[in-house]
């Protein structure tokens, strides 16, 4: 089945939901292409206890005429068509524009003990508290860097759990000298004081990483490096992520050029957000870690763009590089302890999908070789945990993305609009 | 908000929120979502469908990522072990 749009956009978080309505405001026949059952993306997640901010429930609502296409997943990609796969079947998705809002997913580095049920991403955590994980009564340890450490903590709060402390990498004078920067930008000011108000009794340290986990099946302790010393903490759940990645990999399959911003690839766009493809734009995180506010101007932008109105686009400039400034501060406040880096130790399990170890991939200095030999990077993520951490490592970038964008169905790729059932399988 | 969900997980009764996954309904009976390939016990990793720990078995079919799935009505949740 074949279904024509004017305009896709791809991912239905702040940048995708503004792009869209924006888009669609001007007379164009918009869809809103999201993996996931609700829209929000992940930092406006639907929460099974708690209603939505304001600003999310209005995003969301507002989303007049365009076609919202939830559990969409994107798998391949045509010329100017997507191939997307729905739980119980598949479509070819055309469009004359396309705006990538993919967003951004947690850095996850390996230490040991990470693969322990119990030790989930901070920002994972958070997620997962939110779709109604039991995390009442139980104890919790956020570690790791960055803002979304205390996003993280006040939702898990809010769900019931005892916070036992906020482990932040950074050094105490990065982070206040972060804090000081923030008289910029009122509106961050108030969002942290109100998430400190919402953290109040919460310890919040600062040059202080995780060093391992361990547990017996299960995690029920973490050790602790700080400024005084080292110290081990037994607790339920350990929600550790080092910041946010941009996912890059529809773009690149798209081909698009990326650049590179640390170890890690982003989409290159000019000021208006055009990739380096003719027709397609890319809005929010997956042109560089920014936040919230450049994810929403930047989606306003971009459906401009991609409806043909440059004019409105353009008298938006100076916001979005307003914004912009602060990504630059973040990654500047927040920069990884070079310690972290070697956390991971020889049996240190890096591959999750094919367990392969750090020490075997060791004399590799390309991705496509370690694969070769090792299975290194070939399971279900496609690389996403282990190449994004190995980059960070210095280890060697990861791979070009090839396609299917995600592990997909044999029918999907052959075209077949409905699946099966699930005696085939 | 309040209705509620019920649903079994390696044969066993899970009641939850409406609108919860699938991995969130898993943890009330089990921490064990999947064996690794050399047969270490793994939990979901992300919990925003990229790491693909939390993959499980539902209504027959493999694989499928469990934080990604929202909780229907009677749905059979299978661990691999």
């Known amino acids: 089945m074949t ?34 059952a609700q829209p929000g993306g992940q930092v406006w997640r639907h929460d099974v206890r708690h209603h939505a901010p304001r600003e999310a429930r209005a995003a969301i ?40 809002a993919t967003g951004a997913r947690e850095l996850l580095l390996p230490f040991p003990g990470w693969t322990l049920p119990g030790v989930t991403g901070a920002g994972g955590l958070q997620a997962l508290a939110k779709q109604g994980w039991p995390v009442a009564g139980k104890r919790v340890v956020i570690a790791g860097s960055g803002p979304l450490l205390l996003a993280a903590a006040a939702t898990l709060r809010a ?54 986990a361990s547990g ?20 339920d759940m350990l929600g550790v992520g080092y910041g946010l990645v941009p996912n890059v990999e529809l773009a690149q399959l798209l081909g698009c050029a990326l650049v590179h911003q640390g170890a890690h690839p982003r989409v290159q766009v000019d000021a208006l957000l055009r990739t380096s493809v003719s027709g397609i734009y890319a809005a929010g995180e997956a042109g560089g870690i920014g936040g919230l506010a450049v994810a929403r101007i930047e989606g306003e932008i971009a459906g401009h763009m991609a409806a043909g109105q440059t004019q409105a686009a353009t008298a938006l400039l100076p916001m979005r590089g307003k914004e912009r400034r602060f990504g630059a501060l973040l990654s500047h406040h927040f920069a ?64 070009g993305a090839r396609p ?17 059932s699930s005696d085939d399988y | 908000m309040s209705a509620t969900v019920r649903l079994s997980v390696n044969g066993q009764p899970v009641e939850v929120p409406a609108g919860a996954s699938v991995a969130a309904a898993m943890a009330h009976v089990t921490l064990h979502f999947r064996r690794s390939v050399s047969g270490t016990a793994r939990a979901p990793l992300c919990g925003m ?33």
């Open chain 1, 336 to 399: 990884l302890d070079p310690r972290l880096l070697s956390l991971a130790n020889a049996q240190t399990l890096i591959c999750r999908c094919e367990d392969v170890t750090l020490g075997e991939l060791d004399g590799f200095s390309d991705a496509r070789s370690a694969k070769l030999v090792t299975r290194c990077g070939m399971g279900a993520c496609q690389g996403r945990i282990c190449g994004t951490a190995l980059a960070e490592l210095g280890r060697f970038p990861r791979n």
């Open chain 1, 61 to 100: 609502s507002g989303l007049g005429q365009v076609e919202l296409l939830s559990q969409h997943t994107v798998v391949a990609v045509e010329p100017s068509a997507l191939r997307v796969e729905m739980p119980r079947g598949a479509s070819e998705l055309r469009y004359d524009a396309l705006v990538l």
């Open chain 1, 216 to 235: 017996d099946d299960t995690l029920s302790r973490v050790d602790i490096e700080g400024p005084r010393g080292s110290q081990s903490i037994e607790c």
């Open chain 1, 404 to 420: 299917p964008v995600f592990p997909t169905r044999l029918a999907t790729l052959a075209g077949l609009t409905t699946f099966p």
């Open chain 2, 49 to 81: 469908g990229v790491c693909f720990e939390c993959r499980v078995n539902i209504d027959g079919v493999p694989h499928v990522r469990a934080c990604m799935t929202p909780v229907i009505e009677g749905m059979q949740v299978r661990t691999d072990d």
């Open chain 1, 159 to 212: 769900h019931g759990a005892h916070v036992l402390g906020i482990y932040e990498q950074a050094a105490a004078a990065s982070v206040h000298a972060f804090a000081r920067q923030l008289v910029h930008w009122p509106a961050k000011a108030m969002q942290a004081l109100g998430l400190r108000t919402r953290l109040a009794g919460v310890p919040y340290h600062f040059g202080s990483f995780i060093r391992g």
């Open chain 1, 3 to 36: 279904e024509r749009y004017d305009i896709l956009v791809v991912g239905a978080g702040p940048a995708g939901l503004t792009a869209a309505r924006t888009a669609a405001a001007h007379g164009a026949r918009v869809g809103l292409i999201d993996a996931q």
